[in-house]
C-alpha cells in the first residue's frame, strides 16, 4: 500500500475548499495516508486561468451559491454564506504557514477554525485582528503572530506555495493530489474514496 501523503490545496474563501477540510483528514486515515495541507491565493490562481469567483459569474453564481449549502447539508457541514464573500485570504494564509512551522497540530486545528469561523460564523478572517484570535484560541503566541504577519518572509512563503499550485496544475480549490493524481472539487470525495480503497482505477 502506498503510504505517500496526500496533498490538499486550498483557499480560505472557498466553500468547496471548507467541505474538503471538514472530510480529508478522516478519510485518509481510513486508509493510513496523512494529509499535506497548503492554503494558497485563488486570486494568484485565477490570474493565470482567467476565472473569477463563481458567485461572480451570472447565472451560474446563483446555482453555486444555492450548491454551496445543499452540499454542506449533504455533507453534514454546518454552513452559513458568509456575508462578505469571497474575501482576501492573505493574512488567514500566512498565519498557517506561521503556525506550520512551529507546531504541525496546532496549524492544522487553526485551520480548521478558520474555516468554521467564516462558513459557520460569518467571522471575517480577512482581518489580522480576527486572524490572531483565532490562532491565541489554539494556544498561539498572538503578540508573535501580529507581528510576523507582515513580514518578507511570510510574504514570500505564501508566494511560493502559490507558484508550487501552479506548478502542479491546480486551477481551482479544493485541489487534492493523491500518487500524482489530481481531483478538484469537494464533489470528488467519493472518487477520492475509492481511489484510496483501491489504489487507483
Request: aromatic residues 12%; glycine residues 6%.
Amino acid at each position: 500500500m502506498n503510504n505517500n501523503p496526500i496533498e490538499f490545496w486550498f483557499d480560505f474563501t472557498s466553500p468547496y475548499s471548507y467541505l474538503m477540510a471538514e472530510k480529508i483528514d478522516d478519510l485518509a486515515a481510513k486508509h493510513g495516508r496523512k494529509v499535506k495541507w497548503h492554503p494558497v491565493l485563488l486570486g494568484a490562481v485565477f490570474k493565470t486561468t482567467g476565472a473569477v469567483p463563481l458567485t461572480q459569474v451570472p447565472l451560474k453564481g446563483e446555482y453555486a451559491v444555492r450548491d454551496f449549502a445543499r452540499s454542506a447539508r449533504y455533507l453534514d457541514v454546518p454552513y452559513r454564506q458568509p456575508s462578505k464573500f469571497p474575501l482576501a485570504t492573505l493574512a488567514v494564509s500566512r498565519a498557517y504557514y506561521w503556525l506550520h512551522d512551529r507546531d504541525c497540530t496546532m496549524a492544522r486545528n487553526f485551520a480548521r477554525a478558520a474555516f468554521r469561523a467564516y462558513f459557520a460564523e460569518d467571522r471575517d478572517i480577512s482581518d489580522p485582528t480576527v486572524v490572531v484570535q483565532l490562532a491565541a484560541a489554539q494556544g498561539a503566541n498572538a503578540e508573535e503572530l501580529a507581528a510576523a504577519l507582515g513580514t518578507q518572509e511570510l510574504k514570500d512563503r505564501l508566494k511560493r506555495e502559490c507558484d508550487a499550485a501552479l506548478a502542479r496544475g491546480m486551477f481551482g480549490a479544493p485541489y487534492v493530489i493523491i500518487d500524482d493524481e489530481p481531483f478538484w472539487g469537494a464533489d470528488r470525495l467519493p472518487q477520492i474514496e475509492k481511489w484510496l480503497e483501491t489504489g487507483g482505477f
